[in-house]
């Protein structure tokens, strides 16, 4: 069983730029699919980006396409997400997960991830 933990989070500006890290251990990260998901409060997770085992794939969210980069670092058991141009929308809990089938747009969906991170607050002000 994996573990996830979730770093790099804070209060930025809007405009600004923040870098996600999730270091996952007790498993063999590179048979995991990584995700990033957000939830904000009263509402469902929502799926925000995703990658491959190999990082020759990934998937965003429209919302993301273009100001968001998912990265991974097999070697070092850590996935990253760059978040650039951030908007007070983004500002949510964002999580980490694994997913042992990372099988397309399977990986966009939140209730098809094994393990979860505790998340990290991120909060763009206006």
């Known amino acids: 069983q994996v573990q996830l933990a979730e770093s790099g989070g804070g209060l930025v500006q809007a405009g600004g730029s923040l870098r996600l890290s999730c270091r996952a251990s007790g498993g063999t990260f590179s048979v995991y699919g990584m995700g990033w998901l957000r939830q904000t409060p009263g509402k469902e997770r929502e799926f925000v980006a995703a990658?491959?085992?190999?990082?020759?794939?990934?998937y965003y969210t429209n919302s993301a396409k273009g100001r968001f980069t998912i990265s991974r670092d097999n070697a070092k058991n850590t996935v990253y997400l760059q978040m650039n141009s951030l908007k007070p929308e983004d500002t949510a809990v964002y999580y980490c997960?694994?997913?042992?089938?990372?099988?397309?747009?399977?990986?966009?969906?939140?209730?098809?991830?094994?393990?979860w991170g505790q998340g990290t607050q991120v909060t763009v002000s206006s």
């Open positions: 990658i491959s085992r190999s990082g020759g794939t990934t």
């Open positions: 997960a694994a997913r042992g089938l990372s099988i397309g747009g399977a990986m966009t969906i939140p209730q098809n991830y094994d393990y």
